[in-house]
């Protein structure tokens, strides 16, 4: 049974998850991978697999706002997702073959890429 404390553990995860996707235009599955498995109790694997689910709806939603206000390129959009749904579905069969410790370094290592890079020139 699901209580009230888990009911709110689960709606900070989404506002947070969704909030910065929006901000950002992504990135939401950086910050749901930590919720889920730290405040939420997920173990690490189901936790890269349910903030895939969790962020397919949010990204759409962004995407629906981020088109509506003009800011969507339309000539990358069909190949940037052919490339992303075919690296999706790879990264998927992946997460299965490898080992939680390998999952939470590569996690970390792209983490850590991604903040190197942003605050270099």
Request: hydrophobic share 60%.
């Amino acid at each position: 049974m699901v209580n009230l404390k888990s009911i709110l553990r689960g709606a900070f995860t989404g506002v947070a998850v969704g909030a910065a996707n929006g901000l950002f235009g992504g990135g939401g599955g950086m910050i749901a991978v930590p919720l889920l498995s730290e405040v939420m109790g997920y173990e690490e694997k189901a936790a890269h697999a349910t903030a895939i689910l969790i962020i397919a709806p949010v990204s759409l939603a962004s995407a629906i706002a981020y088109a509506a206000a003009g800011f969507v390129s339309v000539d990358i959009i069909l190949p940037a997702a052919i490339g992303m749904t075919a690296g999706g579905a790879l990264g998927a069969l992946f997460l299965n073959r490898i080992s939680v410790s390998a999952v939470k370094a590569i996690f970390i290592a792209v983490m850590l890429a991604a903040g190197i890079r942003m605050v270099l020139p």
